[in-house]
């Protein structure tokens, strides 16, 4: 880190265990990605008027090149974090996951999911109960008239758009379903 690690408590006493718990997660964090600038964490009691079942608050501000990161766990959700351990560590991984997603965006791993192929109507043999589908990328796919799921085949018109499921038949592609962008 660029800056020194900050440790801040609110409304519950400083504690050198705690602080070196925190110390030694930010350790793990900047061994996993060290392009973080600086790390900014907060442990916060705000229910101090209870008797029993003080419930902590843990905030972990992370700075990196181009951004910010923010990860904090509901204390009222998480019946667990009586115990500042446990709130300390789902804070991190919480900050550690967020991480994780900015970094695989930044290198660009990440998942594409492609919609289904799609083109336009460029020919219909309605005497023999078929039509053809040009793709962007140039080709042609046969359909057969009880293929077509949401509209009248009777109906249809070159240059209609249109979705489709694609298979491998007996003389190339073609669309097992079809179905009319409206």
């Excluded at 900050?6 to 030694?24: C, G, L, M």
């Excluded at 990440?110 to 083109?119: L, N, T």
């Excluded at 038949?169 to 409206?182: E, M, N």
Aim: charged content about 25%; glycine content about 6%.
């Amino acid at each position: 880190m660029q800056v020194p690690l900050e440790i801040h408590f609110h409304n519950t006493p400083k504690s050198d265990a705690v602080e070196a718990a925190v110390r030694e997660r930010a350790q793990k964090l900047e061994r996993f990605a060290d392009s973080i600038v600086s790390c900014r964490v907060t442990i916060d009691a705000p229910h101090k008027h209870h008797r029993q079942g003080k419930l902590f608050h843990v905030s972990v501000d992370i700075h990196i090149p181009g951004g910010e990161i923010v990860a904090s766990r509901d204390p009222s959700k998480h019946h667990a974090h009586e115990d500042v351990y446990v709130a300390i560590r789902d804070a991190f991984d919480a900050a550690r996951r967020q991480l994780q997603d900015r970094l695989r965006v930044a290198s660009g791993k990440i998942k594409v999911h492609e919609g289904p192929p799609h083109g336009k109507i460029v020919a219909l043999v309605r005497d023999q109960n078929f039509g053809r589908i040009a793709t962007p990328d140039g080709r042609e796919v046969y359909f057969h008239r009880n293929s077509v799921l949401n509209a009248d085949f009777d109906t249809l018109e070159p240059g209609t758009p249109v979705w489709f499921n694609e298979e491998t038949g007996d003389r190339g592609p073609q669309a097992s379903s079809v179905h009319v962008i409206s």
